[in-house]
């Protein structure tokens, strides 16, 4: 009988260990498939009425890409370009162009040598209060402060929904 009831203590023990971990669960926000996809929309619609072919990229809280869109007419680099655009925005929870102005300021910074990472302006964060949900990446308008500005389109049409 000894056996059983060492059995049984470890057993206790072993719930008694395992109980705390779930009062640790985290409740995080993140970015819904239609919200996604309106920012993408409206960043493309910003950019093409305005004459340039675009793509578009959101990407969610840990990076992952949540909508890709290529417009009509953009070039093909354009949709690794705003992937990684929007990558660089959620990984550093920076726009892409100030990730771009420190590497400038200090070119030795390593973290441009990380994959999936590119100094280039185009992207900006998706933020529920401080807290980084996202990003979104635009590519392919002449110049990075267009790209960006078709990115903040994006998240000024859901900014009601991000408070």
């Known amino acids: 009988m000894r056996p059983i009831s060492s059995c049984l203590a ?11 971990a779930g009062a640790q669960l985290l409740t995080e926000k993140s970015l819904s498939a239609g919200m996604a996809m309106t920012i993408a929309q409206t960043a493309l619609e910003t950019c093409t009425k305005q004459g340039h072919h675009v793509s578009v990229h959101v990407v969610g809280r840990n990076g992952e890409v949540i909508i890709a869109v290529r417009g009509d007419g953009a070039p093909p680099h354009t949709m690794e370009n705003s992937q990684r655009k929007a990558y660089t925005a959620r990984t550093f929870r920076i726009p892409s162009g100030e990730f771009a102005q420190r590497v400038k300021d200090n070119p030795t910074l390593g973290a441009v040598h990380l994959t999936g990472i590119i100094a280039a302006q ?8 401080d807290e980084v949900i996202g990003a979104v990446g635009v590519s392919g308008a002449p110049g990075g402060e267009k790209d960006e500005a078709c990115a903040k389109a994006g998240i000024d049409k859901v900014a009601d929904q991000l408070k």
């Open 122 to 129: 185009g992207a900006l964060p998706i933020k529920t209060g």
């Open 10 to 20: 470890v057993i206790g023990l072993i719930g008694a260990l395992t109980a705390p």
